[in-house]
């Protein structure tokens, strides 16, 4: 009986640990990833830049495709797939 209260304790113990990992990896990733659209988003001083409309919508559809494949490998519905962008 001892033995399985101790297993118990050490399966917790390690599920706690991941999950520590996750939260802080998952924290700092997204504050890159959202600072990261924030530098692509100060593209938009036409002062400074030129681009078209389709140029938006290329950056835009690229950046929607990583998305649903992000949350494609968190539900486990996908894999990885190769990151290509191109103008």
């Known amino acids: 009986m ?8 050490v399966v917790k113990e390690l599920t706690s640990a991941k999950r520590e990992k996750f939260v802080l990896l998952a924290e ?4 890159n990833a959202i600072r990261a659209i924030r530098v692509i988003g ?5 002062s400074h830049y030129q ?3 389709a140029d938006v919508k290329k950056i835009v559809n690229a950046l929607n495709k990583e998305v649903d494949a992000l949350k494609a490998r968190m ?7 190769a990151v290509e962008f191109k103008l």
């Open 2 to 9: 001892e033995s399985a209260t101790k297993s118990k304790s």
């Open 28 to 31: 700092n990733r997204t504050i």
């Open 42 to 46: 100060k593209l938009g001083n036409k």
């Open 51 to 53: 681009y078209d409309e």
């Open 75 to 81: 539900t486990e519905q996908g894999s990885r797939v």
